[in-house]
Nanobody
Framework: QVQLVESGGGLVQPGGSLTLSCTTS????????IGWFRQAPGKEREGVSC????????QFADSVKGRVTISRDNAKNTVLLQMNNLKPEDTGVYYC?????????????????????WGQGTQITVSS
């Protein structure tokens, strides 16, 4: 059974940093692409970053480029999203998601419609 559990959210001041964890089970990170998404109140869920399974390639939304890194620890079945220089507009519920449909692709995707498995989300609030 595929499961994803996010953790690491919280309240942080502008300019601060947070690391989100996506702990996975029921599948191999080498075969699934992992995406991070966020949803602010009243807005659609948007892609933040992704990491491909086989090739380890990454993508980032323009709004977070230069402030976010994504990595994985296969031994711990975990994908990390390190966020720096956080801004109030980064506030929202952050979700990780997984898809097997990109298993043979070099690139991952930050299109939410591609992903079939989702975690429950973790809240990030950036405020002074």
């Amino acid at each position: 059974q595929v499961q994803l559990v996010e953790s690491g959210g919280g309240l942080v001041q502008p300019g601060g940093s947070l690391t989100l964890s996506c702990t996975t089970s029921g599948f191999s990170l080498d075969l699934y692409a992992i995406g991070w998404f966020r949803q602010a109140p009243g807005k659609e869920r948007e892609g933040v970053s992704c990491l491909s399974g086989r090739f380890g390639t990454t993508q980032f939304a323009d709004s977070v480029k230069g402030r976010v890194t994504i990595s994985r620890d296969n031994a711990k079945n975990t994908v990390l999203l390190q966020m720096n220089n956080l801004k109030p507009e980064d506030t929202g519920v952050y979700y990780c998601a997984a898809t097997v449909h990109l298993a043979k692709e070099r690139m991952c995707s930050i299109d939410r419609t591609v992903y079939e498995y989702w975690g429950q989300g973790t809240q990030i609030t950036v405020s002074s």
